[in-house]
């Protein structure tokens, strides 16, 4: 009977035994679970209110690329139209000036009245207006520079080119009565004897000798050089 009572209590306090440790572990288990759906939740809140904050600086204001999206593309569409096309520099570098050859687009045609001459045509490049001074071209041929003479009497007024504005001279190449003469392709045209940039302007090849220029005209009536007689 002693024996019977003992081995019951035995097994009372195994099974009690077993269920505390049962207990134990469900409450450890238990939680860790609720921790890890707690510390989820408390993640997620933490990322979505640094998201908010993303963009703020200290004080709250709010300093993020969509708030300063708007000045910028206002600012950008600006830039973009501002400058749209040209204008002259502030001091008009290219008007008003005296002209040089360097600042002229020259033509010339030969013409066969009256023996035969060079129509030479002088108008200013794009952008430039400029004054031709009164006065001859300075009309030579050759590295010998022969130079054309006088084939008026007296110098003519300044010209103002710019646009479509031309200037003609008429140019006799050869006032001689015989044959001899040099050859040439091209001509030298100066604005005045100091032009530190004189032009080549092709005229086909020509004969040279004793040559004379017009003044600067503003229509090719008035041209026609002659053979110089009236010097």
């Known amino acids: 009977m002693n024996r019977t009572y003992t081995a019951r209590l035995r097994r009372v306090a195994l099974t009690a ?38 963009g703020k600086d200290a004080s709250g204001k709010d300093t993020s690329d969509k708030a300063n999206g708007g000045d910028n593309g206002k600012t950008a569409k600006e830039g973009s139209s501002a400058g ?5 520099s502030g001091d008009k570098k290219g008007y008003g000036q005296t002209c040089g050859a360097n600042d002229l687009t020259f033509t010339a045609t030969s013409k066969s009245q009256a023996g035969g001459y060079i129509l030479l045509a002088a108008r200013a490049k794009p952008g430039i207006t400029c004054t031709i001074p009164s006065g001859l071209p300075s009309i030579s041929f050759g590295s010998a520079g022969i130079e054309a003479q006088p084939a ?4 003519g007024p300044a010209v103002e080119l710019g646009g479509s504005k031309t200037a003609y001279a008429g140019i006799n190449p050869k006032t001689t009565k015989d044959d001899n003469g040099v050859e ?11 032009d530190p940039n004189p032009a080549d302007v092709n005229t086909g090849t020509i004969k040279i000798d004793k040559p004379i220029v017009t003044n600067w005209h503003t229509s090719p009536d008035g041209t026609v050089p002659g053979d110089g007689t009236d010097m």
Not at 24 to 37: F, M, N, R
Not at 84 to 88: K, L
């Open 17 to 54: 035994v077993a269920g505390a440790a049962l207990a134990v572990t469900v409450t450890a288990c238990g939680p860790a679970d609720g921790s890890g759906s707690d510390d989820s939740a408390a993640s997620g809140k933490a990322t979505n209110a640094a998201s908010s904050d993303t």
């Open 84 to 88: 749209t096309g040209s204008a002259p």
């Open 152 to 155: 008026e009497q007296s110098v």
């Open 184 to 194: 040439f392709t091209f001509l030298i045209a100066s604005i005045g004897n100091s």
